[in-house]
């Protein structure tokens, strides 16, 4: 069974920075599709940030374009998302999150959690104003 386990989440202030990590215990080698979820709490989860590990196609929620950049070390097999000018509003549990199918590779894809097939437990991100 594949397991997806998230590091890297605290409490910052607005303006902050934090960098998320994902690692894939006992598994040889990164999934074609990756991404980052976020979940606040009563609200839907959503999509933050994809990437086509072939190809290196990233895709954005267009409410974090300029301010998280995702990355991955094929080495240590490890999954990043670096964010920057945190906001309040980008409190939630982050959730890291991958499939074998190769849906991320299109242009402008929105993640979505029914196409992933892998998740990890989730490490809390809380923005404070």
């Known amino acids: 069974q594949v397991q997806l386990v998230e590091s890297g989440g605290g409490s910052v202030q607005a303006g902050g920075s934090l960098t998320l990590s994902c690692v894939t215990p006992g598994y040889r080698y990164l999934h074609s599709c990756m991404a980052w979820f976020r979940q606040a709490p009563g609200m839907e989860r959503e999509g933050v940030a994809s990437v086509y590990t072939p190809a290196s196609t990233t895709n954005y929620a267009d409410s974090v374009k300029g301010r998280v950049l995702i990355s991955y070390d094929r080495v240590a097999n490890t999954l990043y998302l670096q964010m920057i000018n945190l906001k309040p509003e980008d409190t939630a549990m982050y959730y890291c999150?991958?499939?074998?199918?190769?849906?991320?590779?299109?242009?402008?894809?929105?993640?979505?959690?029914?196409?992933?097939?892998?998740w990890g437990q989730g490490t809390q991100v809380t923005v404070s104003s």
């Open positions: 999150a991958a499939d074998d199918g190769d849906l991320c590779s299109r242009g402008n894809y929105v993640a979505r959690k029914t196409e992933f097939a892998y």
